[in-house]
């Protein structure tokens, strides 16, 4: 889970046919072609503590994984090593330990991970923190950056203010292209929202909004496919969680109108999720846990014909 959970009042914890009516806004949903996908959970060969553990990243080659593990107020990055078939015991990763550390990222070509942080943006000043949610004052997040440096990885580096314009910056996504989608809290709505950096000449540009369906709804977590062609996220907001699991096509420069996923894959009321490198496993985390879904190339084709569908109405 991510700081932003105090939304939900669950910071700490990880803790239908026809159209679907979220936070008075609609979902679309066409339930004739969608099969019934189901999530499985993921242990890791016991590494993955279900009732602390949040947000899979996977390397390029699959054989290291970063996950995030709260321990009372606190979350720290952790790594594990698959060898010889079996996934080690995992360890604080070497960036991370003395802060409030979430939300990893691999990038699509491993060479370097992205994750939020409370840490002192320069040396000796204080902790972020921010109190924009349900409980009152708690730690913030900015995005930094480490690179990989031979078989081990460099020291965080902040990614700069064009990107960190906040305290609260939270939960990156990136594109093949280096393209970043990130959230945002817009105090005045006191809703959340996607925004998109495209990275050029070795920098950041100015962030633009992103609108997935009702532009005064909060949504969360964004997995954005390489190519960008779709993204998997939590839309709207629902008791005890962050939101519907749904997902958004791309449609030149626009974002489709998100598609719930259905009932199946939100009963265990997900969030976090991330794309694996296979291009079509997600992995969530709900309240038992991390599990992974399967966006088959049957299943995909059917979300995009309704996707179809909703733009003929």
């Not at 339930?31 to 602390?52: E, K, R, Y």
């Not at 349900?134 to 020291?155: D, E, F, L, Y």
């Not at 809703?191 to 992103?210: K, N, Q």
Request: charged share 20%; glycine share 10%; proline share 6%.
């Amino acid at each position: 889970m991510n700081s932003h959970d105090t939304a939900s009042g669950i910071l700490g914890h990880k803790c239908r046919l026809g159209l679907i009516a979220l936070v008075g806004s609609l979902i679309w949903l066409t339930p004739l072609l969608l099969t019934a996908q189901s999530a499985t959970p993921v242990t890791l060969d016991g590494n993955i503590h279900p009732d602390s553990d949040d947000t899979l990243a996977f390397t390029p080659d699959g054989n290291t994984v970063f996950f995030d593990r709260s321990e009372g107020p606190h979350k720290t990055i952790m790594v594990s090593h698959r060898l010889h078939g079996h996934w080690a015991k995992a360890e604080v990763a070497s960036f991370s330990g003395q802060w409030f550390d979430q939300d990893p990222l691999v990038a699509p070509d491993g060479s370097y991970l992205l994750f939020n942080s409370d840490r002192p943006v320069r040396p000796g000043s204080k902790p972020l923190t921010q109190n924009y949610f349900v409980g009152g004052t708690a730690p913030g997040s900015n995005i930094w950056r480490v690179n990989r440096i031979g078989a081990s990885w460099g020291k965080p580096v902040w990614l700069g203010p064009t990107i960190n314009t906040d305290a609260f910056i939270d939960f990156a996504s990136l594109a093949a292209d280096g393209t970043l989608y990130f959230m945002r809290w817009n105090s005045t709505e006191k809703a959340m929202h996607i925004w998109r950096s495209a990275f050029r000449d070795g920098r950041y540009l100015a962030a633009e909004l992103v609108t997935v369906g009702d532009p005064t709804v909060s949504v969360h977590d964004p997995a954005v496919a390489p190519d960008q062609s779709f993204m998997v996220l939590d839309y709207g907001k629902v008791k005890g969680g962050l939101g519907r699991l749904c997902i958004a096509f791309r449609d030149g420069n626009h974002w489709g109108k998100p598609i719930d996923l259905g009932d199946t894959l939100n009963k265990d009321l997900p969030w976090g999720a991330h794309l694996a490198p296979d291009g079509q496993t997600v992995y969530v985390t709900g309240q038992s846990g991390i599990s992974q879904i399967s966006f088959d190339s049957k299943f995909m084709a059917q979300l995009r014909q309704s996707d179809v569908g909703q733009k003929a109405e």
